[in-house]
């Protein structure tokens, strides 16, 4: 076993880590030693400075864009951090979006695309990249869920749903590899401070902010820094399990 919660020799998929939570991810996870592969859809340059951050540092890292609530760009995904770094021993779901509005509101197409983006996504590259934990009996997948998912919130219907999906697909996926290794576990995230926020009016963050016992918002690394313990071999007995990053907003 490795002392310090090294990631050294191993190879780290990000979803969504051209920016905000994944970002902060990709690079804590360089820094501990990991080959990162950074996930993004539309942000290019923004994910290319991240390569360029972690290569700086005298890290590994590749780009690459895929949209990970289709099925085969999720593969192609996978694909390409085993041709490039020799397999994938992490995997972050990170990826993710908002569609706010009430359900009077909301759209069919709100809903299914949330719901594709943040929990068929978790699907996708899970499912690509087990088939390579399996074979090597060493895994640890990361899924990035949020206490919308555990409590409910006014507006996020589609958002709550596919959080609360997330869990549950994480308590089963742990039960079905356990036996070759390979933890899944999620992390629920609180109000973070990141573009997920913008457009979301003063009052309402406020109104969030006042249900947080520590009282402030969190920070990308702060949810960075529980991934990077997830993903160690120091955390190789938790499985199955949803660890609150949250200010202690939601006590479960
Ligand atoms: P963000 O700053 O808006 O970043 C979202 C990231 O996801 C971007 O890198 C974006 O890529 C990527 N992305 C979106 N759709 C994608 C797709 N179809 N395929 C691949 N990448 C895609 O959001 P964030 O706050 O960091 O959120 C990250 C995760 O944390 C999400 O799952 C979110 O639900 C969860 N979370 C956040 C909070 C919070 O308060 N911030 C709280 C709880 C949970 P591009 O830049 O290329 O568009």
């Known amino acids: 076993m490795t002392a310090s919660l090294s990631l050294e020799g191993r190879v780290a998929v990000v979803t969504g880590a051209s920016r905000g939570i994944g970002r902060a991810i990709a690079l804590e996870l360089s820094r501990r030693g990991a080959a990162v592969v950074v996930n ?43 041709q490039t770094f020799g397999g994938v021993d992490i995997l972050v779901n990170n990826a993710g979006i908002t569609r706010d509005t009430l359900i009077m509101m909301m759209s069919e197409e709100d809903f299914d695309t949330v719901i594709a983006t943040n929990l068929k996504s978790t699907f996708n590259c899970s499912k690509a990249a087990v088939r390579h934990m399996m074979r090597k009996r060493y895994g640890r997948i990361i899924n990035i869920t949020s206490v919308a998912g555990q409590m409910g919130n006014a507006g996020q219907t589609n958002y709550s749903a596919s959080k609360a999906g997330q869990i549950g697909f994480t308590k089963a996926l742990a039960r079905e590899v356990a036996a070759r290794n390979i933890t899944v576990n999620a992390i629920a995230a609180g109000y973070i401070d990141t573009d997920i926020w913008a457009g979301v009016p003063e009052e309402a963050r406020q109104a969030v902010l006042n249900l947080i016992p520590l009282g402030r918002k969190g920070e990308p690394e702060e949810i960075a820094y529980a991934v990077a313990f997830l993903a160690s071999d120091q955390a190789a007995y938790i499985t199955g399990q949803v660890l609150g990053v949250d200010g202690g907003m939601a006590m479960m």
């Open 40 to 82: 993004y859809l539309r942000s290019e340059e923004a994910a290319r400075e991240v390569v360029s951050l972690i290569k700086e540092a005298g890290g590994k890292a590749e780009a690459f864009q895929a949209d990970v609530s289709d099925f085969k760009q999720a593969q192609e995904l996978i694909k390409f951090a085993v």
